[in-house]
């Protein structure tokens, strides 16, 4: 009999455990850091309604320096569900380009044909009619249809169709490029957000074999004789088991390995951690989704907060690969928290359009403050680095520009930005600099095919497992959050034979 301990109940750790409870020769130990709610019926509002975000309650509290001097929140789930119980319920196929690149640096069990099977093993979509979608997997798949679309969304539609996009339903079609606009596809059943703490855990959890144990924070690995043993918690207790998977994202997963020893030495030594493994390329090679709003006022009422949903409609294009950027219209900001940006509009309730860059050229990086398991890390996010970046960025702003200009005069209030600014590269550089932000998708901490063998065992250290967003070795141009649930089930059928 193997005992498994998996490490963090996130959109990755509770379908491992999901899928390795599921024989009975193995024990599994699921540990997560926040609050377990077991049932549907127990989930607080702001994680049961997809039409929002989760609250801070259920977050890390993190904050991520977005270009140097700019300090941002970065939202992460502390909860059993992680990021994904928290987030917009954004439930995208990876493009077969970004499996052909993961083949292109040498992972050659991740190209296409390998992972779209796991995709449609994982998803029952409830109306997509495309033969390549699954139809009993645990993670159901929904959209908006346009007769649901509130009315700020719907003139985001219209004017990007008059912008030449074309209209699409299906968003996780593999052969749909842009300029293409629709709904995003969504794992939930009507307002509420399916989680895999939801599609997977739940069925597992009157299981014998499994055990959960929430509010559990992990320190470090147990390691002996190169080999991982167990883990070393926050309390001091200590539990051992046969194999170790580490699902606690893209910074719990990163920093339980430096706690442990492992990472680049020299950072590891200057905070008073002895190493044991030189792993230069952890923590340095922080992927994620740049995002810059340009802010609109909708009529009076008609973008509710807590009644209309944030997200239903995303659009696709190119600036320089296929479909390497997003429009992305949220519905309402609640600005009560801005006065300064809600005296300017005018109003509490804003709609941003967010144009964001899927495939920067650039990255950031991730560093311990100290071994303090309880200390937040050092984020930083770079977008500013790379003048290719901004270059796309600036691109993106303009076509973005030119769909606020085909909607209706009453959405056309602009913080901060006109005609003259979008017409100057400079000026658009600086408005770039002022507002970005982030999708907050932290990926690439733990990268495949460096620190992790492309079946996501760690390098030079026996017995554990890397397995969540960290081990992407490229940016993907999607929302990440399926192909974190598609990874987990892949792998959960090769740890079943450890």
């Known amino acids: 009999m193997t005992h498994f301990l998996v490490v963090g109940a996130g959109s990755a750790g509770a379908v491992l455990a999901s899928r390795l409870s599921e024989l009975q020769a193995h024990t599994v130990t699921l540990?997560?850091?926040?609050?377990?709610?077991?049932?549907?019926?127990?989930?607080?509002?702001?994680?049961?309604?997809?039409?929002?975000?989760?609250?801070?309650?259920?977050?890390?509290?993190?904050?991520?320096?977005?270009?140097?001097?700019r300090v941002i929140p970065y939202p992460r789930g502390r909860v059993v569900g992680g990021t994904g119980a928290i987030n917009a319920a954004a439930a995208q196929w990876g493009r077969p380009?970004?499996?052909?690149?993961?083949?292109?640096?040498?992972?050659?069990?991740?190209?296409?044909?390998?992972?779209?099977?796991?995709?449609r093993h994982l998803e029952r979509d409830l109306d997509a009619t495309a033969s390549h979608h699954g139809r009993n997997g645990p993670i159901p798949i929904s959209r908006y249809r346009l007769d649901e679309l509130i009315p700020i969304q719907r003139a985001f539609h219209d004017a990007c169709v008059r912008n030449g996009f074309r209209d699409i339903h299906d968003h996780n079609d593999p052969a749909s490029r842009g300029p293409c606009v629709g709904p995003w596809p969504m794992n939930r059943i009507g307002t509420t957000r399916t989680t895999s703490a939801l599609a997977h855990l739940q069925a597992a959890?009157?299981?014998?074999?499994?055990?959960?144990?929430?509010?559990?924070?992990?320190?470090?690995?147990?390691?002996?004789?190169?080999?991982?043993?167990?883990?070393?918690?926050?309390?001091?207790?200590?539990?051992?088991?046969?194999?170790?998977?580490?699902?606690?994202?893209?910074?719990?997963?990163?920093?339980?390995?430096?706690?442990?020893?492992?990472?680049?030495?020299?950072?590891?030594?200057?905070?008073?951690?002895?190493?044991?493994?030189?792993?230069?390329?952890?923590?340095?090679?922080?992927l994620d989704h740049?995002?810059?709003?340009?802010?609109?006022?909708?009529?009076?009422?008609e973008a509710v907060i807590g009644r209309d949903p944030r997200f239903q409609l995303m659009a696709r294009f190119t600036a320089e690969e296929p479909d390497d950027m997003q429009l992305v219209?949220?519905?309402?900001?609640?600005?009560?928290?801005?006065?300064?940006?809600?005296e300017m509009a005018e109003a509490e309730v804003v709609t941003a359009l967010r144009v964001a860059l899927l495939l920067p050229k650039g990255h950031g990086s991730m560093r311990l403050t100290g071994a303090d398991p309880l200390a937040p890390p050092a984020i930083h996010l770079d977008f500013a680095a790379e003048p290719e970046d901004l270059r796309r960025l600036c691109k993106g702003l303009r076509l973005g520009w030119q769909v606020v200009k085909a909607m209706p005069s009453a959405y056309q209030w602009i913080a901060c930005?006109?005609?003259?600014?979008?017409?100057?590269?400079?000026?658009?550089?600086?408005?770039?600099?002022?507002?970005?932000?982030?999708?907050?998708?932290?990926?690439?901490?733990?990268?495949?095919?460096?620190?992790?063998?492309?079946?996501?065992?760690?390098?030079?250290?026996?017995?554990?497992?890397?397995?969540?967003?960290?081990?992407?070795?490229?940016v993907p141009r999607v929302v990440g959050h399926l192909t974190i649930m598609m990874i987990a089930e892949r792998v959960a059928a090769w740890l079943a034979d450890v």
Not at 48 to 66: C, F, K, N
Request: glycine fraction near 10%.
């Open 205 to 286: 959890r009157g299981r014998s074999n499994l055990s959960i144990r929430s509010n559990t924070i992990v320190d470090r690995l147990l390691i002996e004789a190169q080999r991982t043993i167990g883990v070393r918690l926050a309390s001091g207790e200590e539990i051992r088991a046969d194999y170790t998977v580490l699902a606690a994202g893209s910074f719990g997963s990163a920093a339980i390995l430096m706690r442990s020893g492992v990472g680049p030495a020299g950072d590891l030594k200057a905070l008073g951690i002895e190493p044991i493994l030189d792993h230069p390329d952890l923590g340095t090679h922080l």
């Open 417 to 474: 930005l006109n005609d003259e600014i979008v017409a100057s590269d400079e000026a658009l550089t600086d408005y770039i600099r002022a507002h970005i932000g982030t999708y907050c998708h932290a990926l690439g901490t733990v990268p495949m095919g460096s620190v992790v063998d492309q079946r996501c065992k760690l390098r030079g250290l026996g017995g554990v497992s890397v397995v969540d967003a960290s081990i992407f070795p490229a």
């Open 97 to 119: 380009e970004d499996f052909a690149a993961w083949q292109a640096i040498g992972l050659s069990e991740w190209g296409w044909a390998d992972v779209e099977p796991w995709y």
């Open 31 to 69: 540990l997560e850091a926040g609050p377990d709610h077991a049932t549907v019926q127990e989930l607080p509002e702001d994680l049961r309604d997809s039409r929002g975000l989760g609250g801070a309650v259920h977050q890390w509290g993190y904050q991520a320096e977005a270009l140097l001097g």
């Open 290 to 301: 740049a995002a810059v709003p340009i802010y609109l006022v909708p009529h009076a009422g």
């Open 329 to 342: 219209p949220t519905s309402w900001l609640d600005l009560r928290a801005t006065p300064a940006l809600a």
